[in-house]
């Protein structure tokens, strides 16, 4: 599987945007996506994750109630939906795949897209 994150962007706090990760493979819809962030000096930290079917999904404590993870598995694509954008919120944003369960390490993740770059200003 191989990982594509667009979508990042400089934003005002308050702001919305919205990530996409376009997935090659046919076995997309089997896998379990994830969306992780790394920010400058820290180690990379789960967001949020979405079991292959869609019906299930998972978010840290951080950005629940503000993000949003969706995918569409006819597309291929998974996506982050995020409104209500801190300054904490700066990182780049690395979509993930797995086969299997749901689990917030980032080392349990197979397939990593090349991050995409998120900047919220105050």
């Known amino acids: 599987v191989q990982l594509q994150a667009s979508g990042g962007g400089l934003v005002q706090a308050g702001g919305s945007l919205r990530l996409s990760c376009a997935a090659s493979?046919?076995?997309?819809?089997?896998?379990?996506m994830g969306w992780f962030r790394q920010a400058p000096g820290k180690e990379r930290e789960f967001v949020a994750a979405?079991?292959?079917?869609?019906?299930?999904?998972y978010y840290a404590d951080s950005v629940k109630g503000r993000f949003t993870i969706s995918r569409d598995n006819a597309k291929n694509t998974v996506y982050l939906q995020m409104n209500s954008l801190k300054p904490e919120d700066t990182a780049v944003y690395y979509c993930a795949a797995k086969s299997g369960s749901y689990y917030q390490s980032p080392i349990r993740y197979d397939y990593w897209g090349q991050g995409t770059l998120v900047t919220v200003s105050s």
């Open positions: 493979g046919r076995t997309f819809s089997s896998y379990t």
């Open positions: 979405i079991r292959w079917s869609g019906s299930t999904t």
